[in-house]
């Protein structure tokens, strides 16, 4: 299973502005869209799928299942709505978006179902979301590391979230930054700042080469047409050992995501 090393981010964007965030980045050459069911945009990740034009075998698809829809009987279902909304036959990947809430449902329990959506079809690959180290452990117990494509977690220079990263090297699990940039914030960074001005580049795509030169997939989103240019063209970008040693040294522990029913963090 290959994941596009760059894909949109769609959370928080509805309507129109789903829509056209998607269809312009699909224009520009992404092909790697992350939706969710709690986002409220499937549907309007589905329009813009087919309003592009796009062979579908040539975009990869994640969406995310939402915590009331972890146990067995229910995960299958909400996976078959998540096809009606998008649209498609099939997406490239599921992931569990958040550990059960206090662990009302198994690891264990979730991950078979997401097994049995895979084996009738629904999707190509299965994965985890915001999985501690525990966590990942649990849902390796139950369907082997193989079968996990990826655990998409918030990783950015401020939250380098490295136990959880060297664990998942170790266990050749791939790794998914979401919030890549921090919410806009590395835009303000002094030292990332410095390293841009220097390459000729933005301090997105100094980031965003960062993060893709450690192996990561990383899926930043964007309302602005050159900014999710210039956020692709981070692709062709690469930084020198001191500049990455530079950004490494920013990790401040800085979680900007951190729900009530968040588990607890490494
Ligand atoms: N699994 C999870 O629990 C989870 C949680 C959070 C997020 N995610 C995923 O990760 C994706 C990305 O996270 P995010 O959207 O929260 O944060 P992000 O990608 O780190 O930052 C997005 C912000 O940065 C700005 N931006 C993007 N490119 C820029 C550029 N080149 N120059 C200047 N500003 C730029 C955007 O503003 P403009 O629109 O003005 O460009 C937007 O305000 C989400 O969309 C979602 O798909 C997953």
Redesign the pocket.
Known sequence: MHIPQIGL?????KDTQAIDSVRTGLELGYRHV???QI?GNEQDVGTALRQSGIDRNDIFVTT?VWTEHLAGDKLVPSLEESLRKLGLEQVDLA?I??PSPGGAVPVAESMAALMAARERGLVRAIGV??FTIPLLAEAIAAVGADNIATN???L?PYLQNRALAGCMADAGIHLTA???????KV?QDPVIARIAAKLGA????VTLAWLMGKGYAV??????R???A??LAARELRLAPEDGAAIDALERGERL?NPDFAPRWD
Do not use: C
Not at 202 to 205: G, V
């Open positions: 981010g769609t959370f928080r964007l992350d939706t969710a986002y995310k992931l978006h958040w979301s915001n998409q977690v918030e950015h979401y919030m890549p940039l921090a919410y806009g835009m933005t301090p997105a795509q899926i930043p989103s964007s309302t602005q050159t900014n999710q210039g956020n995501v």
